[in-house]
């Protein structure tokens, strides 16, 4: 089955700087990669995804690139804010989304 | 937030007796998943419907049944808790293919 795994498991960063998470996958079938933010006490909420027809997509400060050949996929935040201070997860799901594998997750702690 | 209602919020248990957690939605999605979240872990998917009374398994099913008798509830049964069943609990709902995922604010289960 699907693996997917993430990195790295904590980030601090200051203010203003960018920050990178990487996700890598290993069920080649997988075609469609989500996103999610968590904040303390709530579920996860979605920030951005994309499907594997897309090399890269943008949200204001927010992006996600994709490497099918490599397997991998990356959110990239710039101008980072202390709001941005959370837990990311990325996922994997193939053919129709019936079932969604979560990475471990990134603490990211931007620093005022 | 999705219209996603979990309950209870929190519940504290005992070994062996039985637990059940709902998830209501009013989005009408045909989708709905149980995912437990524990440190290191990420999202495990327990189980998930794809229509009323059509259920599957997921990664982490033992010890795990569920019900869905309309398309607006998915009740997740604990018919005996353990303490290794100590964990958060998420509901999240899908209205169509190649959609993502929404999470309700979770159930945290303490088993003692």
């Known amino acids: 089955g699907e693996n997917v795994e993430q990195h790295p498991s904590t980030l601090s960063v200051q203010e203003g700087d960018s920050a990178v998470i990487k996700c890598t996958y290993s069920?080649?079938?997988?075609?469609?990669f989500p996103w999610y933010k968590q904040e303390l006490g709530k579920g996860p909420q979605l920030i951005i995804d994309?499907?594997?027809?897309?090399g890269e997509k943008k949200d204001q400060r927010i992006a996600v690139t994709l490497n099918k050949t490599a397997k991998h996929f990356s959110l990239h935040i710039t101008e980072t804010q202390p709001e941005d201070s959370a837990v990311y997860f990325c996922?994997?799901?193939?053919?129709?989304?019936?079932?969604?594998?979560f990475g471990p997750g990134t603490r990211l702690s931007v620093l005022p | 937030d999705a219209g996603i209602t979990q309950s209870p919020r929190h519940k504290v248990t005992e070994t062996g007796t039985p637990v059940t957690l709902r998830c209501h939605q009013t989005?009408?999605?045909?989708?709905m998943y149980w995912y437990r979240q524990d440190p290191g872990h990420g999202l495990r998917l327990i189980h998930y419907?794809?229509?009323?009374?059509?259920?599957d398994k997921g990664e982490v099913s033992d010890g795990y049944s569920v019900s869905r008798s309309k398309t607006e509830d998915f009740l997740l049964t604990l018919e005996s808790a353990t303490s290794s069943q100590t964990s958060v609990y998420f509901c999240?709902?899908?209205?169509?293919?190649?959609?993502?995922?929404?999470f309700g604010n979770g159930t945290r289960l303490t088993v003692t």
């Open positions: 989005e009408n999605h045909r989708y």
């Open positions: 996922a994997a799901s193939r053919d129709y989304g019936q079932n969604f594998v």
């Open positions: 419907s794809y229509g009323v009374k059509d259920t």
């Open positions: 994309i499907r594997s027809n897309v």
């Open positions: 069920d080649s079938a997988s075609n469609y």
């Open positions: 999240a709902i899908r209205g169509q293919d190649y959609s993502p995922l929404h």
